[in-house]
């Protein structure tokens, strides 16, 4: 592919090709069923170029032919699909209280969603690799019985992930320093595919980017909500990692000088003002990550019967939430925020709130154009992130070998 | 130019040849003086491509060759340097006292640097676009009688400029909704190259990338320090706009809850305590613009004789600047975060209370990296920017037509 950011790269011939590859596999991603003219005449690839590109995607199975035709004049076209069904891309997350795993095809269909309850707030980085690994190997005979080829494993973590996919430090998991990726490898006995760690917001906004319905945005950023509150940034239609991989770190954000103490020792830091234990500050402070869940299922129902006292509760961790949001629309000017984890469920006493704060804190007029949205893909966005991190190696070009 | 983020994109042998021309000139930029044969071992494009490219780049006058030969074992090779030179490139910045006007050539040669007191705050947007258009004038003047053809005009407006060059709001002008770009392209009467209008942050930032020390980093933030405070984002090596074009304003960021009054109506925003009016609090807080600098030459005059209020207030503002830096350190994990305008003069005070909070701030050790400089380009990085901008189009393979 030609790079003109990172210094001078050839564009020679092998480079081009695999670039057309990825650009006709996308196209089709996009616009299938579609004929091998549709894709000449919208790419301005010329057609036997594309025959070529075409034959070898389909040896590849990620595209097949199907028996339609399109209604058209003159001889009826074999159109295009993409196929990617022998291929599956494993996704797991790690969090404070349970793991999730997700398998999906290149086309996008989810295979497995699993989830296990895992005490990650109190396991070691030990127990939690052989947790994982455990999880790992389960949903790997799967694929393997249904004769998919495994592509590879992208785990998702909160926490300070660096650029080899060491995990620096992840306090909800009171870990620091751990070569997850290293740790899994081995435990997973090298077994041929890449293992990669990420960190869990990041990866995320992936998933929003490839699945969800704000994914033609080219300025994207995603909240956790959970106990932290970490974002995923994409810009200009990538994934912003900074310089050492530890861009997205907003939970510590001062958003209310008087508001209640955070575990860094400040008061009124975003995580402190409108993460979960803010939502529980009144009905259950000391919930342990396990109770989590339980106590917010309370506070639902509460809200849904019209308690007042939970409404203002959710409605002054809204207005903090769109604070810290304010400040992020200001710096980064993105198309759209999405809320995810817990934020999902309590949206909508979160949201109206979250909203006002985020125009009225906004420079430019219209919050510059951010919508503030709750996600729609529920809890296990990370894992389904996870796994779509390793689609966009492939869409990248980087195609899977014949086999 | 091959394009993977924004949708399927032909690589065709156009393109290529666009592309490798625009290598070649990176590489030239980069490597000069150098051999065509380095440039085919290094980019890895065969001799007889490179021939080519580098003849249509000489046929441009944006190569030229030199007596030099290289010590080497064979025939002595003649050398390429940059030339460049009929060309320039044209950059002024409005401030709220005064336009600075600089033109480059395509090497990057400074060819004027002019500035001229001007009363930006009180000034209507009609008396600024003709003080802009009278000082552009005079630059076109100068550039014909030297015989160099004008690739461009850029402007920096410290404000909001949406994707069109439109000025959406400029606070330290009084300026709102002010169509610069057009109504300048007007006043010069349609000069048949492009006038651009954008943000001084986001010019300076391209200006410390292409110029400054710290050019090769993938991760850098500029920030203003005048009576505004904005940024400049570059991830990944390019400027990032955001969806409007918004992006950067980093001005309001809370810093101090009990801190001063900020003309946003809220306290301790931070350039209410970090920019230049906190700066100047104790000894001349009702400066008007025009007053600014010869203020801020007594509080140098004062801080070098070592005079402990200065010094003070000095630390006070250091440490609330590397608050604001922390929280952009935290969401972007840059790898330089580079003071301008008045903070660089006053970079020996203010530099280490500021790290010492950036270190206390970031939640990743070392800072994550992150180091915290003045700028080296001095007042006139906008305007520099400007024309910077100008340049890219070309090092991204837009070349002037053959003359």
New interface residues.
Partial sequence: ??N?????????FTD?RA??L???L??VR?NAPCSRADIAA????NKATVSSLVADLVDRRLLRETGLTENRVGRPATMLVLDGSPYAAIGIEVNADHLTAVAIDLAGTELLSWRRSFPGATATPGQAVAAVAALARRVLGRMEKEGRRVLGIAVAVPG?VDLTGSV??APNLGWRDVDLAGDLTRALRHPGFPVLVDNDANLAVLAEHRFGPHGG???VVFLTGGVGVG?G?I????L????????????????D??GAECRCGRR?CLEAVAGVRAVLRDTAPDATPAELEPELDEVVRLARAGDPATIATLTAVGGALG?GVA??A??????VVILGGHYVRLAPWVLPAARDELAR?S???EA???VLVESTLGYGAAALGAAARLMDAI???HLPAQT
Avoid: K
Wanted: cysteine-free; aromatic content about 2%; proline content about 7%.
């Fill in positions: 592919m030609i003109t950011h990172t210094g001078p790269q050839p564009a020679d081009v670039a057309n990825a650009v006709v996308r196209f996009e919208s790419t301005g690839l300070l620096r430090t945005a080219g300025n974002a940034v810009m200009d239609g990538r912003r990692r900074g310089g050492r991989g530890f861009a997205g770190e907003i939970g510590h954000i001062p958003v000088p008087g009124g604070r400040v992020l200001n710096l980064l000017n993105p198309d804190g420079l430019a007029s510059g154009g951010t869409d990248s070009g």
